[in-house]
Nanobody, 119 residues
């Protein structure tokens, strides 16, 4: 079982940066993919950024060049650094951990943290 605790959300002005963090209850070296998703009101949850255990990263087109995901293995924590925030980035952000087993993939989710960007 993997527990994820997010922090760092809040209210910011457009153009400002914000850094979220996601702390895992287990070594993130044992987690195949750590990612951040977001869900705005009335919209589906979407992938924002992810990072594999090998350090490979993936970003949604809407955040490329503005967001950067990194990991601190010693702290079992993953950070999305969000720069040049826009009002359309307003959403609840969720941390996700994927553990790939032989016959299935286990997904674990954090409780979510609200990010609000004012114009």
């Amino acid at each position: 079982q993997v527990q994820l605790v997010e922090s760092g959300g809040g209210l910011v002005q457009a153009g400002e940066p914000l850094r979220l963090s996601c702390a895992a209850s287990v070594s993130i070296n044992s987690i195949d993919v750590m990612g951040w998703y977001r869900q705005a009101p009335g919209k589906q949850r979407e992938l924002v950024a992810s990072i594999t255990s090998g350090g490979g990263t993936n970003y949604a087109d809407s955040v490329k060049g503005r967001f950067a995901i990194s990991r601190d293995n010693a702290k079992n924590t993953v950070y999305p650094q969000m720069n040049s925030l826009k009002p359309e980035d307003t959403a609840v952000y969720y941390c996700n951990a994927k553990v790939v087993l032989i016959y299935l993939t286990k997904n674990y989710w954090g409780q979510g943290t609200q990010v609000t960007v004012s114009s």
